[in-house]
């Protein structure tokens, strides 16, 4: 897994990731623009900032034998347990990937798949300015609220939080 810590460094700007239409309809990209260079996702709207884990799953589904649900199913338990660990009641809706806290978007998952293996990954959004998300329609729903650890409990670090993310992700994947 590769981990992108916002606040570090690797990510210290503001990033909307835009849906865009090429080729023909309903085939969508992102593209997205990163200080001197440009990249093409696929997806819905989202944004990331300094503060936020992003967090690039790349993992051969093949070999795990398993399937694109099941490993979305791991994501998210994986951060729900996070929050669990930290005394935050967490939920999933349905029809709409990620972790929620009290109706409000916590963690957005994103993966592509190509050849059994995944590419991007999630979002959690820890110690962030969420003023940006006001912007836009957060993972294209309108009206949709967000919400950050740093909001739901004290003492929250980045890098702690990416650590044990990635050891509880790591523990799902690797005995589903």
Known sequence: MLILKTSCGLLNTLV???????????????????????????????????????????????RLGIGVKKMVSLIEISIMDLLTAHSIESHLKDGAPGVYVDGAKIAALGLKVKNGRTYHGLSLNVDMDLSPFRQINPCGYQGLKVTQLSDLTDNINLDTIANELSQILANHVTRH
């Open 16 to 62: 909307f990731l835009l849906k865009v239409f090429l080729v023909k309809p309903n085939i969508y990209w992102k593209i997205v623009t990163f200080q001197s260079w440009t990249r093409i996702v696929g997806g819905q709207i989202t944004y990331h900032g300094p503060g936020q884990l992003i967090v690039y799953c790349l993992i051969d589904l093949k």
